[in-house]
């Protein structure tokens, strides 16, 4: 198994990925940024091309299919030749907790993450870090992406600052989603605050949302844990 390449000391939100029998970290960066004679041009949107590969996905080898594998299964990206930053949220640019999931429905890449409001004006302690909605960008080959919107669905999904909360100000708070692809249905576990807070304060649950599709999505339950102050979930199957 290849090591994944190595990542800056100052990184957040980190998930591993398996890609072809090849772990992958992922991790928002923090770090030291590269010369500008090694990047590729930037995009209209926001993104970086770091080159191309000969096709976003590849058909299931005959082992693979035999095995009930969904066809086309994805190339693995090649994360060391890809650029820094990878991606940068055209709303707020504050792309946080990253989750990438290929999605067989949409034969794509998702990059789920939290939409921090970093750029929001007039901000008062920590209140742009809350009142965040769960975004997503799509990749057909893992090097450029682009903004697809934020997730839909109930229970304040869609529009977090709509909701009432129990925060000094209207809103509730969607952080650090995970996700996993089982029986033609995807499973999203994300951190719900209770309210807007311009302090690290509010409780902290994890909520479970299904769909179809990984865009439009459903309230299933919310998780029973021994504490109401938990963040940042990853499920493992």
Known sequence: MRTPPSLPVKSFGPFLTLLSLTIRLWAQDYGPVPKA???PAATNDGNRAAGTQSAPFQAASPAQAAAGALQPIPVPINIARSAAPLFDDPV?????DPFVIW?????????YYTQRRATMPGPTGVD???????????SEDG???KYLGTCQGDHDLSEPLKAAGKGPEPGVTWWAPCFLY??????MWVV?????YPSWTGNRNIVHFTSNDGITWKYADTCKLSSDRVIDPTVYR
């Open 92 to 96: 707020f640019h504050g792309a946080s």
């Open 192 to 196: 719900l605050v209770d309210g807007v």
């Open 182 to 187: 089982r029986n033609n249905s995807f499973d």
């Open 143 to 145: 090097f450029t992406w």
């Open 37 to 39: 004679a090694d990047l």
């Open 103 to 111: 999605n067989p429905v949409k034969k794509a890449w998702f990059m």
């Open 128 to 138: 742009w870090v809350h009142g965040t909605a769960i975004a997503i960008a799509t």
